[in-house]
């Protein structure tokens, strides 16, 4: 089984509902889930003035359970992971267009890169919605909120 594998995220990344694991030395100083708050952002900001962000602070690689949770079905392997949405309702934008199905490929080969497409069959033609680096769980939550109208 493949460990996980963390990276310290940057300042930039943070924003209320981010979410990222936090140490607190005064505390247990173990890794403990947080979701990013107002309490947690101040602090970010904090550690990055004291450059001590990766101290207090880590994300973890999007994953197979991670793309999961947010609704997608893991479809199979090959050099990539495929998965897809089931029952997806077009938003609005499309006007009157109707999406059969989304399809989601996640290259997990590179260390320090994470690619990803989304794709969409509009009126039984494939088209290209999403195709970039994702690194974790919250980008790509905040994509398909953002852009593919999905709330998980």
């Known amino acids: 089984m493949k460990e996980i594998e963390y990276y310290t995220p940057s300042i930039d990344e943070f924003y209320i509902g981010f979410e990222c694991e936090f ?32 101290k207090e602070f880590r994300v973890q690689y999007l994953s197979r359970t991670d793309i999961e949770q947010l609704g997608w079905k893991f479809k199979g392997r090959a050099l990539s992971d495929f998965y897809e949405i089931i029952g997806y309702q077009s938003p609005e934008w499309l006007q009157g267009h109707k999406i059969t199905k989304l399809k989601l490929t996640y290259c997990w080969r590179y260390e320090t890169y994470k690619w990803v497409k989304i794709e969409a069959i509009i009126d039984s033609q ?11 769980k919250s980008e790509l939550k905040r994509l398909m909120e953002r852009h593919l109208k999905v709330k998980s």
């Open 126 to 136: 494939e088209e290209t919605l999403f195709e970039g680096e994702i690194n974790n």
């Open 23 to 54: 140490k607190n030395d005064m505390q247990d100083n173990e890794w403990k889930r947080e979701v990013v708050d107002a309490d947690t952002m101040g602090i970010a900001l904090s550690s990055n003035e004291h450059r001590e962000l990766g």
